[in-house]
């Protein structure tokens, strides 16, 4: 499988973020590290391999960025205003260094964004959509959490509130939820097994709001044999991206 390592200046991150890329053709889709961070994290765990026919037949380039998640959802010390400004700065560099570095690598001037990700990934890929419906058009959560202040240990402020789904998503109406309507599509999966736990809720809480938003989506709850592990989130990837891709 064809594959590049490369570092890529942001000036809103103030300094150089990892990026693998792997595939030679196809329509681009963004991946969202987990908890871990790491740019180099589905390649190591066998996602990838999992991936390997739809990649060789060009049908779709993968763009992983590092993610500076330490510093935003799992730490614990520094204020709830220190973190979301961290967590703007992510932002700053997905917007405004990534997203225009694959539309010209793949030369696809415009080109709308997939995003997919699994477990705080997926966290990522859903505010990712919610927040920027016309850049990313469809987005793909496994195992994702979307009450966030249950990672900030019930602390809260107003830019924790519009990086929370499930706080911010019900009071969203007129122009603001027209966005959402006409641009975008987020497909939620969880299982029910082990590890799970807080993921499940939430992920059947975001999709009964969303359908009750009549924001395009679809849930797909796995069974109890299904859990918060690599091996099935392989398995939830292959089932869901190539029907997204088209």
């Known amino acids: ?57 060009g049908k779709v380039k993968f763009y992983c960025p590092e993610s500076n998640v330490s510093q935003v959802w799992t730490d614990k010390e520094s204020s709830i205003a220190a973190r979301m400004q961290r967590h703007r700065a992510y932002e700053g560099f997905i917007l405004d260094t990534l997203v225009p570095f694959i539309r010209e690598d793949c030369r696809w001037e415009g080109a709308p964004m997939t995003a997919v990700g699994c477990s705080l990934g997926g966290t990522y890929a859903a505010l990712f959509a919610l927040k920027y419906p016309e850049t990313f058009r469809q987005v793909l959560c496994m195992s994702g959490r979307y009450l966030t202040t249950e990672l900030t240990g019930k602390h809260a402020d107003q830019d924790l509130y519009f990086n929370n789904p499930l706080a911010f ?12 309507r006409r641009n975008t599509h987020l497909t939620l999966v969880c299982g029910q097994g082990a590890y799970e736990e807080g993921c499940i809720e939430e992920t059947i809480a975001l999709g009964q709001l969303l359908q009750e938003k009549a924001i395009p989506s679809r849930t797909d709850i796995w069974g109890r044999e299904s859990r918060h592990e690599w091996d099935w989130w392989q398995r939830q990837v292959v089932a869901h991206l190539p029907r997204l891709l088209g």
């Open 1 to 57: 499988m064809h594959a590049r390592h490369l570092m890529l200046e942001s000036p809103a991150m103030g300094r150089k973020v990892h990026l693998w890329c792997y595939g030679h053709y196809g329509p681009p889709v963004i991946v969202f590290p987990s908890a871990a961070g790491f740019a180099h994290e589905w390649d190591r765990q066998g996602m990838f391999e999992a991936l390997g026919p739809l990649v060789r037949a």
């Open 169 to 180: 998503v019900p009071g969203l109406h007129g122009a603001a939820l027209d966005r959402l």
